[in-house]
């Protein structure tokens, strides 16, 4: 299959910080190739390389068949760029916004108001084409946003961290026009600093940390690499708790995490369904009251804190981080890591 | 791609946002009017231009100053809305796009073009208001009241290319909107515009001599027939009108390139 987007070595430095250092990467035409990494790992530094808007120091990178470097501009006409923060004039109508991009896209005058009308309609602004982009809901900058980067439905598409600051409805909604637009054929790198939206979205995903690739292959992939499953257990009374330990420890392949407060027990596992299944009739045979009980396939957040030594969390706090921060903490010390935690 | 259209492209986009936030165009206005009223009836009685302290001669006199300092201070107008397309995420979109090198820039120095030209129209009508009117003698006509405002309007348009170059150069709207108008001070103050330039201490009236926007000044003086024309060995002095023409020209030229250049290469 041909490549849409190809970059090799790509290096560039701000002062004494390598952004980019020696970043390979590649997207075969029709796929999507989520960048995941935490804030500052050079995602944003990246997509700005291959949309034209930054030199790298080194490195070559070819997209929609043309050089960045050699053919900026060639590149330009064959990409869509959906940025982090929505880039819309907030003092523009939605439809003069799209009429303003068509036209720098150089369509003429009147296909570029088609086409706004067009892409108004498709992304449920309609009612709102002629009202300034400033009155928008945070939802609806981002749809207008992603309108503008789809004025020429452009081979190759860009989104920086599409849904950051969205809330889950808006994110979901973003999601589906997302997965319509690459059932049509687009190419679509897009990056992510949520674990959730790479597994959801992409094709590829390419873990990046400290300017480098660290991990790259399908969803499943990456997590059979920090291995099997695991099933969790919640037991009802807490004075059950070390007897149930006890009686897990023998189905288990490995160590077990308990969370005592909250009477959770983790253990590896390998049977799957039918060993789930022996573990709730023993713990039934012995009255063991239980909560909850299921069993767990590692999560992309499993697998960034193996391949990084580090939860995927922002480092330095940067721009958009309070939402994930929240998610995070929220996340990180529920899920069992397959490791023994004791608390 | 075509310069020409892409630059129409952003000069009318940044217009429709000049109707949309009526209020900074309306700022823009209301203080130069402000400077009118304060220079004539506050400084009017004292200020000596050749050998009279009238206040008529002198409101004359003052009226080119403060059209030419007027259509400098677009420079702050486009250095803040560059810097707030480059914060706001625009600029990126726009250096995405496939359209011609100095157009995002062009069409804002255009836009803001129309703006001083608005604003200066207003001007003169409160300046006519206050008793202000163009010399009498035979020269002064329509055709070189006219180009006096042409050459007014053209310096408003290169000192916008300043403007530009500040606005790619910062990092917030604040720092554009400081950065823009600061050094006008002394460019504006340390001239012919507000005081008879040969009535300062020799090294600063040479300053002021060749101060670039001094040669704006003393051409619409020329051109409008106002009192007040300075006496001066210095070429640009003597040539008002050439010297005003070359400079601001100049200053396109030089600010131009530089701005396109850093467009190009920005990092927002």
């Known amino acids: 299959m041909q490549e849409a987007i190809v970059a090799e070595g790509l290096v560039k430095t701000f002062g004494s910080v390598r952004a980019l250092d020696g970043v390979d990467v590649s997207v075969p035409t029709g796929t999507v190739l989520g960048l995941l990494g935490p804030n500052g790992a050079g995602k944003t530094t990246c997509v700005r390389v291959l949309t034209t808007l930054l030199k790298p120091d080194s490195g070559r990178a070819v997209v929609a068949g043309h050089d960045v470097l050699k053919n900026p501009n060639e590149v330009r006409r064959s990409i869509g760029l959906s940025g982090q923060f929505a880039a819309v004039d907030e003092y523009l109508t939605g439809r003069e916004n799209l009429r303003m991009v068509g036209e720098l896209y150089q369509l003429s005058g009147r296909d570029a108001k088609r086409r706004a009308d067009e892409l108004l309609a498709q992304f449920d602004l309609a009612d709102a084409g002629d009202r300034p982009a400033k009155t928008y809901s945070g939802g609806m900058r981002r749809r207008l946003d992603l309108a503008a980067a789809l004025v020429v439905s452009p081979p190759v598409m860009f989104m920086d961290e599409p849904t950051t600051g969205l809330d889950p409805r808006n994110r979901m909604a973003l999601w589906r026009v997302i997965e319509e637009l690459v059932s049509d054929g687009t190419t679509l790198l897009l990056t992510t600093q949520y674990l959730e939206e790479a597994d959801h979205l992409a094709h590829d995903i390419a873990v990046v940390d400290h300017g480098k690739v660290i991990a790259r292959g399908t969803a499943d992939e990456l997590k059979a690499k920090v291995g099997g499953e695991r099933v969790e257990v919640v037991v009802h009374d807490q004075e059950r708790l070390t007897e149930a330990t006890e009686m897990l420890a023998g189905f288990g392949k490995g160590e077990l995490g308990v969370v005592k407060l909250q009477r959770r027990i983790t253990v590896p596992v390998i049977g799957g369904a039918k060993l789930l299944a022996e573990v709730i009739r023993e713990l039934d045979a012995r009255g063991i009251e239980i909560d909850d009980i299921g069993l767990r396939r590692p999560t992309l957040d499993d697998v960034f804190i193996t391949l990084t030594g580090h939860a995927a969390e922002t480092e330095d706090g940067n721009a958009g981080g309070e939402g994930d921060d929240e998610e995070q903490s929220e996340a990180a010390p529920q899920r069992g890591r397959g490791k023994a935690v004791k608390h | ?268």
């Open chain 2, 1 to 268: 791609m075509s310069m020409v259209a892409d630059s129409w492209v952003i000069a009318r986009r940044n217009l429709i946002r000049m109707t949309r936030i009526p209020e900074m165009v309306l700022f823009g206005i209301i203080q130069p009017v402000m400077f009118v009223v304060l220079f004539t009836y506050v400084f009017g009685g004292s200020m000596k231009i050749g050998d009279t302290t009238d206040p008529d001669v002198y409101k004359d006199f003052l009226m080119p100053g403060i059209f030419a300092q007027t259509v400098t201070f677009a420079t702050a107008g486009s250095a803040a809305g560059i810097a707030d397309d480059a914060q706001k995420g625009l600029m990126d979109r726009f250096r995405s796009l496939p359209m011609a090198r100095g157009a995002v820039l062009t069409g804002r120095t255009v836009a803001d073009l129309v703006q001083t030209a608005l604003t200066l129209i207003i001007l003169a009508a409160v300046a006519l208001m206050v008793g202000w009117r163009t010399g009498t003698a035979e020269s002064t006509n329509a055709a070189r009241i006219l180009a006096g405002f042409g050459l007014l309007l053209l310096l408003g348009y290169a000192f916008t290319w300043i403007g530009a170059l500040i606005g790619l150069s910062v990092r917030t709207p604040e720092a554009a909107t400081s950065g823009g108008i600061i050094w006008l001070f002394p460019v504006t103050f340390i001239s012919n515009a507000f005081v008879d330039s040969s009535q300062m201490t020799p090294w600063v009236r040479h300053i002021a001599d060749w101060n670039p926007f001094s040669a704006t000044v003393q051409a619409a003086r020329v051109l409008f027939g106002s009192p007040g024309v300075v006496q001066s060995d210095a070429w640009p002095m003597q040539h008002p009108v050439w010297a005003s023409l070359l400079w601001s020209v100049l200053i396109v030229a030089l600010f131009r390139t530089l701005a396109v250049r850093k467009y190009r290469s920005a990092v927002s």
